[in-house]
């Protein structure tokens, strides 16, 4: 699957934006939102009231993607606004396995992310609660960052847990990633690429999902061959 962060989008012309890189059946198969709170990460986006817009104005999946500080509190919210996903810090949260149970009792999936530095192994119990691992692939609070490899180990960890019966989840990736980068990540197991600049900076953003998703496909088939 491939989710185009629109972080990398005009954000003067979001729905278009939005509608530019297609849907389901034909170019994104989810719309990734970056909601940073200035705290939890150095830079600031959009909120919930943002969100709600957007969810009116697309038919696509919104993988909400929460950089702030106590999702306990806030990301709720998302999940009952309608978001399909609601992907929470493990560094922010206070009690990861209430909150997931919450966001799904909205009605959404849960997501649990983690920085570059963070070890998969203190959370291995937690993730027993949640739909995603979204692994970042770069320092969260910014788009266009080069792509940190070492975190593809955490990627075949999380792959071999799943494949294993051990997790049910699907594994996320988002930082960094392009049509250098996404055949590595895809060997390694990644289910779902999060990618910003690669799409919003070519000049056709459908064309760009397309080849994203080729190479992905290409790689997964070699990696489980
Ligand atoms: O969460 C983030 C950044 O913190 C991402 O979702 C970026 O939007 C990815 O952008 P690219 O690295 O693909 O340009």
């Given amino acids: 699957m491939i989710a185009p962060s629109i972080l990398s989008a005009d954000f ?6 939005m509608a530019a ?9 989810w719309l990734h939102v970056d909601v940073m709170d200035a705290h939890f990460v150095p830079n600031l986006t959009l909120g919930l009231p943002v ?14 993607h929460l950089m702030i500080d106590a999702p ?33 009792a909205a009605g959404a999936n849960a997501g649990l992310s983690v920085k570059p530095d963070t070890p998969l192994e203190s959370y291995t119990d937690v993730l027993k609660h949640y739909d995603t691992l979204l692994v970042m692939s770069v320092e969260p609070g910014f788009g266009g960052q080069k792509f940190i490899e070492r975190v593809l180990e955490k990627v075949r960890a999380a792959r071999r847990m799943v494949d294993t019966g051990h997790l049910n989840l699907l594994v996320e990736i988002d930082g960094g990633i ?25 000049e056709d953003p459908v064309r760009a999902v397309e080849g994203l998703r080729a190479r992905a496909l290409d790689a997964s088939a070699h990696g489980s061959a």
């Avoid at 890189?21 to 198969?29: E, I």
């Avoid at 969100?51 to 909400?64: A, G, I, K, Q, Y």
């Avoid at 049509?179 to 895809?186: F, G, K, L, P, V």
């Fill in 178 to 202: 392009n049509s250098d980068t996404i055949e590595q990540a895809a060997e390694a197991g990644v289910d779902c690429f999060v990618a910003g600049s690669a799409v919003y900076g070519a």
């Fill in 72 to 104: 306990d509190r806030w990301a709720p919210g998302y999940a009952e606004a309608g978001a399909h996903n609601v992907t929470v810090h493990a560094e922010a949260a206070e009690d990861p396995v209430a909150l997931a149970k919450n966001l799904r």
């Fill in 12 to 17: 003067a012309r979001l729905s278009e934006e």
């Fill in 51 to 64: 969100v709600e817009s957007l969810l009116r104005s697309t038919d696509t999946p919104l993988d909400c």
């Fill in 21 to 29: 890189v297609g849907g389901p059946g034909r170019g994104a198969d």
